[in-house]
């Protein structure tokens, strides 16, 4: 298996324009995370879903956030509008019951 | 609620010396998992180990080993004969129950100096 596929790798923009960061789950994995990695709040999880319905969204940090599971292999988070403090690096993770959670690569998000 | 500290922000070593990450947890769950994550410079976070709440046993594995106490709710991580492709960003977790829901620990920086 290819892991956990995330895309883009790097994201510039600019604010106030909308950006949507995708996802790939391990095949078979029935848990998706969402997690926000900073300097100054560290990893942050931001919602997960299981068996692509969301599970626990408090992690969300404003209505400008918004994730999107439609099916077993993909979802998206996106965030929109996006401000400068929505810089972060993006992770995507996915398990099965029980089991540990593989992380991507992760989305490094920069908006100027 | 649940809470994980790691302590130590940054730690420097010289290659071959041992060294210990300190994790120490909060939760009010009686089932839970503890995990130890790696994240090397290029980013990526690499899953080292997990412990459920029933099992105290010490684990080994190569040059890694784990001490998981709960009388003192420590899950602590020593690496033996560092080397330097050691140097990364060290976390400790914690989930209640099954595997959802983790929370991070704020990680320790190892620098290996060879």
């Known amino acids: 298996d290819a892991g956990v596929i995330q895309s883009p790798r790097h994201e510039v923009t600019e604010m106030g324009q909308e950006v949507t960061l995708r996802c790939k789950p391990i095949?078979?994995?029935?848990?998706l995370f969402w997690y926000r990695q900073t300097m100054m709040r560290g990893l942050e999880l931001l919602i997960y879903f299981n068996n692509n319905v969301p599970i626990d969204d408090s992690g969300m940090p404003e209505d400008r956030f918004s994730a999107k599971m439609p099916n077993a292999s993909f979802s998206t988070l996106k965030i929109q509008p996006s401000e400068p403090r929505d810089s972060a690096v993006y992770f995507c993770?996915?398990?099965?019951?029980?089991?540990?959670?593989?992380f991507g690569q992760g989305t490094r998000l920069t908006v100027v | 609620a649940q809470k994980v500290t790691q302590a130590q922000t940054e730690i420097s070593v010289v290659e071959k010396e041992d060294v210990t990450l300190d994790c120490v947890y909060e939760t009010r769950d009686t089932t839970y998992y503890l995990f130890w994550y790696k994240q090397p410079p290029s980013g990526e976070l690499v899953f080292l180990i997990r412990?459920?709440?029933?099992?105290?046993q010490n684990e080994i594995s190569g040059r890694y080993s784990w001490n998981f106490q709960k009388s003192t709710s420590s899950f602590n991580f020593t690496i033996t004969a560092s080397q330097v492709v050691d140097s990364a960003v060290y976390f400790c977790a914690l989930s209640p129950g099954g595997y959802q829901k983790v929370t991070f620990g704020t990680g320790t920086k190892l620098q290996v100096i060879p």
């Open positions: 095949s078979g994995h029935d848990y």
């Open positions: 993770a996915s398990s099965s019951d029980r089991s540990e959670a593989f």
């Open positions: 412990r459920n709440s029933f099992d105290e």
